[in-house]
């Protein structure tokens, strides 16, 4: 079937689309991934309750501290643990009125389907995570506080590249074991970078790699290490008492976990593998779009995961503005048109590949800030109306 432009009616490129229902079939794990500030967090929380109206038992979990999820359900907080939100669900479940079909539509189903599934949300606490994470990898409680008493590791907690992101990780996995869920949505920490959740579990892996470490704690080297307290001992009088000998004993420490962690991150990567994950990718029409996308796609083909694709968020396309505008308008009414143009720009630098676009998303007039305003999210997920 050809689409046309809503620009300038003629047609446009046309690509298989993966839907977001077979993504969700499919898969027992999605992950969204996109630069801050595309609206990630609410569209993960938005195909989460797609999944819930599936049948499916989902969670959606979220690492962002400034507590998207919790606004876009219109709740005052979310914690560590897993809360229900099913009741919410079902009750915006019953008032959905689907929007009537004008030419501003945008593609929702006349109606939702059965209610059959749950839903949970998490917002994990990342210093707990890590906390947890040490004790399960540590050959004893002795070795595990030793390692989170060292003021090295509140410093390594809070400020470590790419903490946030393989705690994510690790509570992802925590999750996969416990199989209390069919499907788990996971919303990736914010970042400027769409590819830092990719590169965190590789960050944390150098890190308990460095030789300068390993240098300092492989027993064959105690009769070196002795010299080196020496050393350290000097160059405490200039970074402060303490300091030196924490920073010696913390990497010790760390050496004790080392094996395990090598162990738990084959786990994860294992996983991230398996055909039971897939990726999506938010993204909004800019023109760093389709150079963006493609390399985070071909990354993904490099770390051998599985790309499910492209949900493009806050389009301007299905606005009417072929047509005469009202007076005192015409600018408002030229920049639109602009912003359409640019849009079908991008979408046809996206079809050249041809690239997966499993759905079209509308620049909403207010922020998301109620399950009822997710729920019209959710149902503009569908593509039973394609609007590619």
């Known amino acids: ?108 189903i006349t109606s939702p389907p059965e209610m059959g599934g749950t839903l949970a949300a998490i917002v994990p606490d990342t210093r707990r995570t890590f906390e947890n994470f ?68 590789r960050l944390l892996a150098q890190f308990f790699d460095e030789k300068i470490i390993r240098w300092l704690i492989l027993p064959a080297n105690k009769w070196v290490s002795a010299g080196v307290k020496k050393t350290l001992g000097l160059l405490e009088s200039l970074t402060g008492a303490g300091f030196m000998s924490q920073l010696f004993d913390f990497a010790a420490a760390l050496f004790d976990v080392q094996v395990n962690f090598s162990k738990n991150l084959k786990k994860i990567t294992t996983l991230l593998e398996s055909p039971e994950v897939g990726f999506l990718m938010v993204t909004t029409p800019t023109p760093e779009t389709a150079p963006e996308v493609n390399h985070f796609i071909e990354t993904l083909h490099q770390h051998r995961f599985h790309f499910d694709g492209i949900a493009l968020n806050r389009t301007v396309s299905y606005l009417k503005s072929n047509g005469t505008p009202h007076p005192g308008y015409e600018e408002a009414f030229s920049i ?53």
Do not use: W
């Open 336 to 388: 639109m048109h602009a912003l359409q143009i640019r849009e079908q720009s991008v979408i046809d630098n996206l079809m050249r590949n041809p690239l997966p676009l499993c759905a079209k998303l509308p620049e909403l007039a207010r922020d998301v800030h109620s399950v009822e305003d997710l729920f019209h999210v959710a149902m503009a997920l569908n593509t039973d109306h394609p609007s590619f």
């Open 134 to 201: 040490v004790r399960e990898l540590a050959p004893s409680s002795d070795t595990a506080e030793r390692v989170m008493q060292n003021p090295i590791f509140q410093i390594f907690a809070k400020e470590f590249s790419g903490t946030n992101e393989y705690m994510a990780l690790e509570r992802l996995l925590a999750l996969y074991k416990q199989e209390a869920y069919d499907c788990i949505i996971l919303d990736t920490p914010p970042s400027r970078n769409t590819l830092a959740f990719l590169n965190a579990p």
């Open 1 to 108: 079937m050809k689409n046309e432009s809503p620009t300038t009616g003629k047609p446009t490129h046309q690509t298989p689309t993966h839907t977001i229902d077979e993504a969700i079939a499919n898969r027992r794990i999605l992950i969204t991934c996109g630069t801050g500030g595309v609206g990630k967090t609410t569209l993960s929380a938005a195909i989460a309750i797609r999944a819930a109206l599936l049948g499916k038992r989902t969670v959606v979990v979220t690492i962002d501290p400034a507590k998207r999820l919790a606004n876009s359900l219109g709740l005052m907080t979310l914690s560590d643990q897993a809360t229900d939100l099913t009741p919410l669900i079902r009750k915006a479940y019953q008032n959905y009125k689907p929007a009537p079909k004008t030419s501003q539509s945008f593609g929702e």
